[in-house]
Structure formats: C-alpha cells, structure tokens
C-alpha cells in the first residue's frame, strides 16, 4: 500500500512561481511511473504532466505551455511539479498519483493505482 501526501499550494499572485511536492510512504518508488493531474470546480480531473519510473522522460499536456516541470527524486521518494509564470486559469486542486510497476509514462487518469488528497492551488490575477 503507498500513501501520497502532496503540498506546496497555496493563494499565489499571478506570475509568481510555485514547486508542489508529493511524498510517498508506504514503500520504496522504484518502477512506477507518477502524474501529477488538476481539477477545477465543476471540470474534469486532467493531466497535468507524467514522469516515467526513472525520470528520464516526461510528458506534459498542451495547456503547460513550458510552463509546468515534472521532476522525481527516488532517492526522497518525491516527485515534484514546478509552475513557473502562475496564471489565474491554474487555479485547481492538483492531485499526484502513481501507476504501480508501470516504467513508461502513463497520461490516463485510469492508468493510476494511488491518489494524493490534493493540494489547492488559487491564482489571483
């Protein structure tokens, strides 16, 4: 069983910076690939970024624009999601989850095994 903890949000200006990070517990991250995912009020949850089980290759969705970095530290059993250039349209709870024992990158929700309870993030312009 692995627990994801996130944290890091917050009530952020506009073209600001933010690094959320995810904690896992439970066992070591080692073949798994993890996402971090986003959901605004009355929107599906959608993928942000995905990050294969070694951090070798990374997948983001259109709407990161360059601005969103996915990064894992296996050895902190973390991974991580930079935003850079805060937008109001970012506002969500950002969610981080895990595809046990898959090592390529996985962009469905479906494709994931366990949830953090999210972090909120507010942009204001």
């Known amino acids: 069983q692995v627990q994801l903890v996130e944290s890091g949000g917050g009530t952020l200006l506009a073209g600001g910076s933010r690094r959320l990070s995810c904690a896992a517990s439970?066992?070591?991250?080692?073949?798994?690939?993890l996402g971090w995912f986003r959901q605004s009020p009355g929107e599906e949850r959608v993928l942000v970024a995905t990050?294969?089980?070694?951090?070798?290759?990374?997948d983001y969705a259109d709407f990161t624009l360059g601005r969103f970095t996915i990064t894992r530290d296996n050895g902190k059993n973390s991974v991580y999601l930079q935003i850079d250039d805060l937008k109001p349209d970012d506002t969500a709870v950002y969610y981080c989850?895990?595809?046990?024992?898959?090592?390529?990158?996985?962009?469905?929700?479906?494709?994931?095994?366990?949830w953090g309870q999210g972090t909120q993030v507010i942009v204001l312009a």
């Open positions: 989850a895990l595809s046990e024992g898959t090592y390529d990158l996985k962009r469905s929700a479906s494709d994931y095994d366990y």
């Open positions: 990050i294969n089980y070694s951090g070798s290759k990374t």
């Open positions: 439970g066992r070591l991250l080692m073949n798994d690939a």
